[in-house]
C-alpha cells in the first residue's frame, strides 16, 4: 500500500551489489509511477528515468528545456513507488559545476538509487540526434568531480555520459571514457555506440560498470540482453519504450473512436480494471480503510 518498503539507502545498496556480482541489469524506462509498479511487478532490476520522457510527457523536445525541479520531482514521485533501485538522466547536471552539486543533492534526496551526468554543451540535445557538441575534457571532468564531491550517500551511483563518440569516434570515446573513471565516475554511459565490437573495445579499456542504451529509432542497433551480456555490459536500457508503446496504442484508440465511434474491438487491447485495481493494490487500502472505520478505543 501507498509507497515501497526499501528505503532510499537500501535500494542503492542493493544495486551496489548487484552491479558487484557481474550481473547484467535490465531497467526499462518507466514514463510515470504506474509503469514503474509494473516493471517491477514484471520482474525487470530496475527502472530508468529518461530526460526524454520528461520532456515528452511535457509536450517539449529533448533539448535541454526541463529543470531541475521538474527532474526531482518526476524522479521522487517514480522512485518512491517502487522497491526497484532507479536510475535518473539529469542531462548536463544543469549548469555549472555548482549546479550540478545542488543537482545531485536534490536528486539524493529524491530517493534515487543512481544518475547519470553528460558531457554534452548546455543546453544538449537528444543523443541520437546529429548536430550533438560535446565540451573540453576538463569541463567534462569537473562535472563528475562536482558530482562526486556533492553526494552524501557514498552508495549514490554517479554514472558518467560522453556523447563524443558521434563527435569525434571510438578511439576518442574510449579516450573520454578513461578520463571520466579518472575523474571519480562509478560507472560509464557510452552514448550512440554502433556495434557490439565498440561495446567490447571499451569493455577493455575501463574497469567499472558500463551501460547500454537501447533506444528505438536511433543509432544503435537494438541488440539483445544475452548479446550485450556476452562482450561484458552491466546494465542496459529502453529509456523511451514503453511510452512508444503506450503512445501507439493511444493513437490507435482514437483512431478507431473517429471510424467506429466506440472502442469495443480494442477492449481485448486494454489492461482490464482486475488488472488496475491488483497493479494499484486496491485491497491493501481498503484493509487500511476498514481496519481504522472499526477501530475501538477501550477504557
Known sequence: MLYANATAAAKRQALRARLASGDLLRLPGAFNPLSARLIERKGFDGVYISG???????GLPDIGLTTLTEVATRAHQIARTTDLPALVDVDTGFGEPMNVARTVQELEDA????????DQVN????GHLDGKEV??????????????DARRDPDLLVMARTDIRAVAGLPAAVDRAKALVDAGADAIFPEALTTLTEFEALR???????????????KSELFTV????????NLVIWPVSL???????????LD???ERGALTAKLPDMQDRAELYDLLDYEGYNHFDANIFNFEVRS
Do not use: Y
Not at 543546453?123 to 537528444?126: E, F, G, L, N, V
Not at 565540451?135 to 562526486?148: F, L, N, P, Q, S
Not at 577493455?204 to 536511433?218: C, K, Q, S, Y
Open 52 to 58: 526524454a520522457v520528461l520532456s515528452a510527457d511535457l
Open 111 to 118: 530517493g534515487v538509487a543512481g544518475l547519470h551526468i553528460e
Open 123 to 126: 543546453p544538449k540535445r537528444c
Open 135 to 148: 565540451v573540453d575534457e576538463a569541463t567534462a571532468r569537473k562535472r563528475i568531480h562536482a558530482a562526486v
Open 204 to 218: 577493455r579499456a575501463i574497469d567499472v560498470p558500463i551501460l547500454a542504451n537501447m533506444t528505438e529509432f536511433g
Open 226 to 233: 544475452d548479446q550485450l551480456r556476452d562482450v561484458g555490459v
Open 243 to 253: 511510452l512508444r508503446l503506450a503512445m501507439g496504442a493511444a493513437v490507435r484508440g
Open 256 to 258: 478507431e473512436l473517429t
